[in-house]
């Protein structure tokens, strides 16, 4: 698969191959039916597929599979007509959700799991409290309660209020910016008992609009969470990735969103994403209350990877 797409376009980032055959074989998998390289596939299970991706709540999550699935499709040379139904889909889907974004109103999924701010706060608490009991990290799922804990600080505290980049992305102690540029990074370093430390965004879903990203961490509470964090990934990881699986190796796109999601359900009974998360962050932005922080609203567009009008438009919520 990876070759098909190469050969497709020789520009997509190592990222996107990883999404686009992580998305696609979830498909796959869902109805049941093994891809065998075969361009007739789109055609012949079109309505299994389609029923499956009909059982998706998210429009999001939809809209992105059919994306991967097009993308695949059309590596594999499949007849345009076959791919038709996907794309009038697609299209169909970005409607629905422009004209949702245009209106700043919540599904009514989103309002069902929507999460204050102070509410999040109150969960990473919460899973502090169970950290504190955790004496050493010796199995996978105490090292992934110490992942959801510091994703959630990140995201929460942090207001780093990444799109599921987290799932590249890698933890080093270094004081030089890594010259592979296929994988995300946080860095740090400590000089005389001080620490420091940047997100470093290579490969993301707008790099091309806006280019890569070197985001300094600046609360001290985060970076002081950083050795930590370096030391179970040192212990628990194959690559120096931050979330991966009990063997230690990476997990894809969707198998993050599963990760995060169950995780979520776990100690707060609610369904969220990262996107959810980022719809979060930028509303708090902009409530009445938050009005007059345009240094921070900027801030936190950067961080996301789009601009302020876009995070208004797009991500912003009433509430």
Sequence with gaps: ??????????????????????????????????FNDDKKYFKIHKEAIMNY????????SR???????????????ANEKDLKPYLDEIEKLSHDIETRYQ???????EEENWMSIPELQELIAKVEKRLIKIADVDTH???????????????VNGKYALRNNWVNMKIIKTSDIPIDKTHNYIIWNRKTNKI?????????????????????????????????IQSLIDKKSNNGY?????DGDSI?????????????????????????????????????????KQEEREKTADIMGHSEKEQYEVYAKKQ
């Design 196 to 228: 420091s430390g940047s997100i470093i965004l290579n490969s993301y879903k707008t790099v091309k609009t806006y280019g890569v990203k070197t985001i300094p961490i600046t609360q001290p509470e985060l970076l002081s969470l950083l050795p930590k």
């Design 1 to 34: 698969m990876e070759d098909k797409l190469k050969e497709y376009n020789p520009n997509l980032s190592y990222y996107s191959l990883r999404t686009y055959i992580s998305l696609f074989n979830t498909i796959c998998k869902k109805i049941g039916e093994v």
């Design 53 to 60: 991706i009909n059982t998706i709540g998210s429009q999001h």
């Design 242 to 246: 931050l979330i991966v699986k009990a």
């Design 141 to 155: 799922k105490e090292y992934i309660t110490w992942m959801f804990y510091f994703l959630l600080s990140m995201i």
């Design 63 to 77: 809209k992105t599979k059919l994306a991967a699935l097009i993308v695949m499709g059309k590596a594999y040379n």
């Design 252 to 292: 894809g796109q969707d198998q993050f969103s599963k990760w995060l999601a169950s995780l979520f359900k776990q100690y707060s009974g609610k369904h969220l994403t990262t996107t959810s998360l980022r719809h979060i962050i930028a509303s708090s932005l902009w409530s009445k209350e938050d009005m007059k």
């Design 103 to 109: 209106s700043h109103e919540m599904s009514d999924d």
